[in-house]
């Protein structure tokens, strides 16, 4: 079993920068694929940024070159850091591991880009 918990939310204004982070508790994390997750009020929720647990990194469209994944598999964290941010950033955030038949999530921290 692998709980994930996510911090680093907040409203930050256009143009600003956060970084969330997702710590993991057990044991099987290092052989995690990890993902980063968002939900917008009334929208699916969709892919931002994944990493394999050798570090291969993938990134919506919507985010690349703002935005970079990162992990470390020694601490048992990952990090996103969301530079440049704009109001179509605004959702609550998920980290995900998975692996096999294996699906984990975190519990959500909200990011709002407002004025």
């Known amino acids: 079993q692998v709980q994930l918990v996510e911090s680093g939310g907040g409203l930050v204004q256009p143009g600003g920068s956060l970084t969330l982070s997702c710590a993991a508790a057990?044991?099987?994390?290092?052989?995690?694929?990890m993902g980063w997750y968002r939900q917008a009020p009334g929208k699916q929720r969709d892919l931002v940024a994944d990493i394999t647990s050798g570090g291969i990194t993938n990134y919506a469209d919507s985010v690349k070159g703002r935005f970079t994944i990162s992990r470390d598999n020694a601490k048992n964290a990952m990090w996103l850091q969301m530079n440049s941010l704009k109001p179509e950033d605004t959702a609550v955030y998920y980290c995900?591991?998975?692996?096999?038949?294996?699906?984990?999530w975190g519990q959500g921290t909200q990011v709002t880009v407002s004025s």
């Open positions: 995900r591991g998975t692996r096999f038949r294996y699906d984990y």
């Open positions: 057990g044991s099987i994390f290092s052989t995690l694929h």
